[in-house]
């Protein structure tokens, strides 16, 4: 059968994730890689989490565990998450969280809430490849999300207009984005605020590596200044969107998002259609090592990637040719590179592979439109001191016989 006569237009805009097809190059072992944005498994909480998922399943709780539950999530789970956002001065209830399969499924069930076909979503020029795959299914108009040049809300409206759209949404990770490395000052998220306020569409928020910050002074997230301008919650159009993927362990797959009541009443909505609600015992065991060690944990992480950083950005300085440019991350896990006018990331990953054994990411995947051929990004998470130095040695060779 001719499946592909079948498949629903919205299909031809779904790709497979480079990322995703890289990670298959770790069980080779001679690959060093710096593509995949992973956590380092050696850091896992693994003991916390034996302890966690045995006490799930204590005889007293364990049908709860093994049970359907509802779509909101975990109610304790909940509270711990409300009770975090407070620090970080989101003030919000449980009511205002829904737990999600990841970070991921937020940003999905985000598209599908806000875009119908033609619709036109603001996204930063790179931005986090796994959004965009999110989004495109549902068929969007993208335009350059720019909050450190000239452009002005009108200016986006009136881009929409031209092609029969409005804008739903913006799209940012503010703190260390993927793949940039890059954090947004006060004075970008407030213009954000006021774009947004002007268009009247939503903002979301992808804080996958807030937690994550080496140096530098923190700066409030989008939705906490957003509650400062309007005094609630409930009257911002702020959706943050978190995880437990890049500080305790990506594998149980547990992220949530932050929003009004009406949002997060709607993305429920989609939850039940989609796959009722989240694994149980995962939420109860990352509530169980949440409260005992969270912040601990992220402090010895934060310990641990900020000297990875380091050696990768003082190999870099020691090796990289004249002319190619790169971004000193104050956190997270990235580092995103510039390549000589004319180069290709992709070409330069085919030759690595083959004469280098280093893997990275083209940056071309990050770009909306296609472009940022002479881009790549690099992350330092999983890799060891050794391991660095020598693959962006052999990296700087490479660039410099190109």
């Not at 119908?116 to 999110?134: C, E, I, N």
């Not at 970008?188 to 937690?211: F, H, K, P, V």
């Not at 200044?225 to 159009?237: A, F």
């Not at 149980?280 to 949440?290: D, K, L, P, R, T």
Request: net charge negative.
């Amino acid at each position: 059968m001719q499946f592909d006569q079948i498949f629903a237009s919205r299909n031809t805009r779904m790709k497979a994730s480079e990322i995703r097809e890289l990670l298959k190059l770790l069980d080779q072992p001679d690959i060093i890689s710096f593509a995949g944005g992973i956590p380092d498994p050696a850091l896992f909480p693994a003991d916390e989490f034996a302890e966690a998922f045995k006490h799930a399943l204590a005889p007293e709780r364990q049908a709860m565990a093994l049970q359907y539950s509802v779509s909101e999530g975990y109610l304790p789970l909940r509270e711990w998450i409300a009770g975090e956002m407070a620090k970080i001065g989101v003030a919000c209830s449980a009511d205002n969280v829904l737990i999600t399969s990841g970070s991921q499924q937020a940003l999905d069930y985000l598209g599908k809430l806000f875009l119908s076909p033609g619709d036109t979503a603001l996204v930063g020029w790179p931005t986090y490849l796994g959004a965009l795959a999110a989004f495109n299914a549902y068929e969007p108009r993208y335009d350059r999300l720019s909050l450190n040049g000239n452009r002005t809300a009108e200016s986006y409206a009136e881009g929409a207009a031209e092609a029969g759209s409005a804008v739903k949404f913006a799209y940012l990770s503010p703190d260390f984005a993927n793949p940039t490395g890059d954090t947004l000052g006060r004075a970008g998220r407030l213009r954000l605020l006021n774009i947004a306020d002007t268009l009247d569409c939503a903002i979301i928020e992808d804080a996958a590596y807030q937690s994550l910050r080496y140096d530098g002074e923190p700066v409030p997230p989008v939705l906490a200044l957003e509650i400062e301008q309007k005094g609630s919650i409930e009257d911002c159009r702020t959706v943050y969107c978190g995880t437990f993927s890049k500080t305790l362990a990506p594998g149980v797959r547990i992220g949530w998002a932050v929003a009004a009541k009406p949002v997060i009443a709607q993305m429920v909505l989609l939850k039940q259609a989609a796959d009722l609600h989240t694994s149980s015992i995962n939420q109860i065991a990352v509530h169980g090592v949440a409260e005992a060690c969270f912040g601990e944990h992220v402090e010895k992480l934060r310990a641990v990637y900020q000297r990875r950083r380091d050696v990768m950005l003082a190999a870099m300085a020691e090796h990289m040719p004249e002319g190619v440019e790169w971004t000193r991350p104050e956190g997270g896990m990235f580092i995103w590179v510039t390549l000589l006018d004319g180069m290709s990331g992709a070409d330069l990953l085919a030759r690595s592979l083959e004469t280098e054994r280093v893997a990275f990411v083209p940056g071309q995947a990050f770009f909306a439109d296609g472009s940022g051929q002479n881009t790549i990004r690099l992350s330092f998470s999983n890799s060891n001191h050794a391991a660095i130095k020598e693959g962006i040695a052999r990296l700087g060779r490479l660039l410099g016989s190109a």
